[in-house]
């Protein structure tokens, strides 16, 4: 019988595999609608801003979760590099998932572009129109979802590699199933 | 592994020394990567792209950093927008309800060049942004021809490719021109147009036409399917401009006299009429409403004025304006993105943008 401490608590595993879905279907929108002049590039734009504000959103009811409910600890014999790798990791993602929503939000803003959520629903401006800072926060937003991507492919590998080869119960700790003793 | 699990699978593992595994940890990620490289066309270069119609624009008119990609020559222009109320009840937009919307607006010729000399096309564009009371903007990009060339944003790609000067002549092919135009029957509409057209001396003088059609929602969420045209006050008189930068000039003089007006007509289709087909006019009996008045007071240069950091999305549009069905608007959308991602680059100097040379004329 496992200890209830060897799990996330349901909220935090809930908001995890919901913002897991929400985060990959970004990536791809994003990289969809860049490279589409289709009909599929309007209706991917519109999906993308709803989207990153509903991740913002999640990814501060989560940290807040998160603060409440302490996660369980990594296993006590995961070697000290993998611990460092894994702290280091999630601690990057979670800045992502904040940063991203509000970079592009900035970057619309500096565009001059009305932040348009829905066809009626405007977010003001959180920056003042300025090309230059535009252009620099469109780049940096194009660069750190390569870095979020890539953050989570490793994570997506570590899941993996904690679940089939180490089997110690810290993919079970997401996924919800008890760890074998 | 289950205990349950049946001996044979077992014993393969076993074989295969749990390889099997590192190469789910591998493959896993490998395939969602491969996912994303499809999804943002990396193993489809042949899908044609905001980037590929704005670097054929760049072979077509050279590179001019900073400037708009396409449309580069032009003025900045500033005003107003009165409403009448008389769309009211096709459309819920702010901008329709009587009353006055600040505008920024930008006149300009067609192609990348922003030196060309006024005369170089019969076609001028105004693109204008109106900015409703709550916030929402209307954005349009107009040109001075009631048709356009071609329907897809594919045919487009391949009359730029067509245009591209030859490097010997530094002139498009017309051999290359011919056979396009040749294979592009629905052209025909735009070339009997350009045959008569002629350079107008001044932007005060051309009506602008939306080309693609739009939807308008009312109140009741019913869409009503509309094109649009700016109508000018001012008449023409039959002169033609004088050396190769006279619309500029033009418009200093004549806002010196007076404000510029233009009627915003709105045509409301039957139904059958295409939305799809910009190549294809509506028939003239197609009801008509002015909807109010557009005023502009002032102009400044591009490099300067507010027009200049301005991308004048078609698809920047207020609550009661949606898209139509027309190809062309989501890769007007697309390409105007990359080319304002490209001169705002340049403006702030980024690494890998393009930088100025002594521009000889």
New interface residues.
């Given amino acids: 019988m496992a200890r209830p401490t060897d799990m996330f608590v349901w909220p935090a595993r809930l908001l995890h595999w919901l913002m897991a879905v929400l985060i990959?279907a970004m990536?791809?929108i994003g990289?969809?609608m860049?490279?589409?002049?289709?009909?599929?590039?309007?209706w991917l734009?519109r999906l993308h801003k709803p989207l990153g504000v509903a991740i913002l959103v999640l990814a501060v009811v989560r940290l807040i979760v998160r603060w409440r409910n302490p996660p369980p600890p990594l296993p006590a014999d995961l070697p000290v590099l993998q611990k460092w790798a894994a702290l280091a990791s999630h601690w990057l993602l979670y800045a992502l998932m904040l940063t991203l929503p509000l970079v592009g939000w900035a970057m619309l803003s500096a565009?001059?572009?009305?932040v348009?959520l829905s066809?009626?629903l405007?977010l003001?401006s959180i920056l003042p129109?300025?090309?230059?800072a535009?252009?620099?926060l469109?780049?940096l937003h194009a660069w750190l979802a390569v870095l979020l991507?890539a953050t989570f492919?490793?994570h997506?590998?570590a899941a993996?590699?904690h679940g089939?080869?180490r089997r110690d119960g810290v993919l079970g700790s997401m996924v919800g199933w008890r760890p074998r003793r | 592994m289950g205990s349950n699990g049946n001996g044979e699978g077992r014993r393969v593992l076993r074989r295969v020394g749990g390889w099997w595994r590192y190469g789910m940890i591998a493959g896993v990620p490998l395939v969602v990567a491969a996912g994303l490289g499809y999804a943002g066309g990396w193993l489809t270069p042949g899908r044609l792209t905001a980037q590929k119609l704005v670097d054929q624009l760049q072979s077509n008119a050279g590179v001019h950093p900073g400037y708009r990609r396409n449309h580069a020559k032009g003025v900045c222009v500033a005003g107003t927008f009165t409403g009448n109320g008389a769309l009211q009840s096709y459309s819920k937009a702010q901008v329709f309800a009587p009353g006055v919307v600040p505008v920024v607006g930008r006149f300009a010729i067609p192609g990348g060049n922003p030196y060309a000399p006024d005369s170089s096309a019969p076609i001028r564009s105004m693109a204008l942004r109106l900015t409703q009371p709550n916030g929402q903007q209307w954005r349009t990009g107009m040109n001075s021809m009631p048709v356009f060339p071609v329907a897809t944003p594919q045919a487009f790609y391949e009359l730029l490719q067509a245009q591209q000067p030859d490097p010997a002549s530094g002139k498009p092919d017309q051999a290359k021109v011919g056979a396009f135009f040749g294979a592009h029957p629905e052209a025909g509409a735009f070339l009997a147009w350009v045959k008569t057209a002629k350079p107008s001396p001044s932007y005060a003088v051309d009506s602008y036409w939306s080309l693609n059609a739009f939807e308008l929602v009312d109140a009741q969420g019913a869409h009503h399917p509309v094109r649009w045209r700016m109508v000018p006050e001012a008449r023409a008189d039959g002169s033609a401009g004088q050396g190769e930068d006279y619309l500029a000039a033009d418009l200093v003089q004549r806002l010196a006299a007076g404000p510029l007006r233009w009627h915003l007509l709105v045509t409301l289709a039957d139904p059958g009429d295409p939305t799809s087909d910009a190549t294809k006019a509506w028939p003239a009996s197609r009801r008509e409403i002015d909807a109010g008045t557009l005023e502009l007071t002032s102009t400044q240069p591009q490099d300067s004025g507010p027009c200049r950091d301005v991308n004048y999305d078609p698809l920047v549009l207020p609550d009661g304006i949606q898209a139509s069905d027309d190809p062309l608007l989501p890769a007007r959308s697309a390409a105007y993105a990359a080319s304002y991602l490209r001169r705002t680059s340049e403006e702030a100097h980024l690494p890998g943008s393009a930088t100025a040379k002594k521009e000889a004329r």
């Fill in positions: 990959i990536l791809f990289v969809g860049v490279a589409s002049v289709s009909e599929r590039h309007d734009v565009g001059g572009y009305p348009m066809a009626s405007r003001p129109a300025n090309a230059v535009f252009a620099v469109r780049h991507f492919l490793a997506l590998g993996l590699y089939l080869v």
